[in-house]
Nanobody, 124 residues
Framework: QVQLVESGGGLGQAGGSLRLSCAVS????????MAWFRQAPGKEREFVANIVWSGGSKYYADSVKGRFTISRDDAKNLVYLQMNNLKPEDTAVYYC?????????????????WGQGTQVTVPS
């Protein structure tokens, strides 16, 4: 069983930065892919970024490419989402997700483990 707990959300500023963290507990090995998704009010949950635990391959949604960076800390079992140059359209609940697969899927249905989410708000 894998447990995920997000933190680091809050009120950001347009053009500013926030860093989200996802604390991972349970059995994580090199076969896992970790991901961030987000859901804005009235919209479907969408892919943001993912990283394969082994090797570190990373993928990003076009909307965040060049602004957001996903990374992991093996020693601390943490996954980060560094968000720079924030925009009002980044306002959403951000979720950490995990799946024991090297496919690095970009669809939420591929992920079996989810955190509770953390709110990020960027006023216009």
């Amino acid at each position: 069983q894998v447990q995920l707990v997000e933190s680091g959300g809050g009120l950001g500023q347009a053009g500013g930065s926030l860093r989200l963290s996802c604390a991972v507990s349970g059995r994580i090995d090199s076969w896992y892919t970790m991901a961030w998704f987000r859901q804005a009010p009235g919209k479907e949950r969408e892919f943001v970024a993912n990283i394969v635990w082994s090797g570190g391959s990373k993928y990003y949604a076009d909307s965040v490419k060049g602004r957001f960076t996903i990374s992991r800390d093996d020693a601390k079992n943490l996954v980060y989402l560094q968000m720079n140059n924030l925009k009002p359209e980044d306002t959403a609940v951000y979720y950490c997700a995990a799946d024991r697969s090297l496919v690095a899927a970009m669809t939420e249905y591929a992920y079996h483990y989810w955190g509770q989410g953390t709110q990020v708000t960027v006023p216009s």
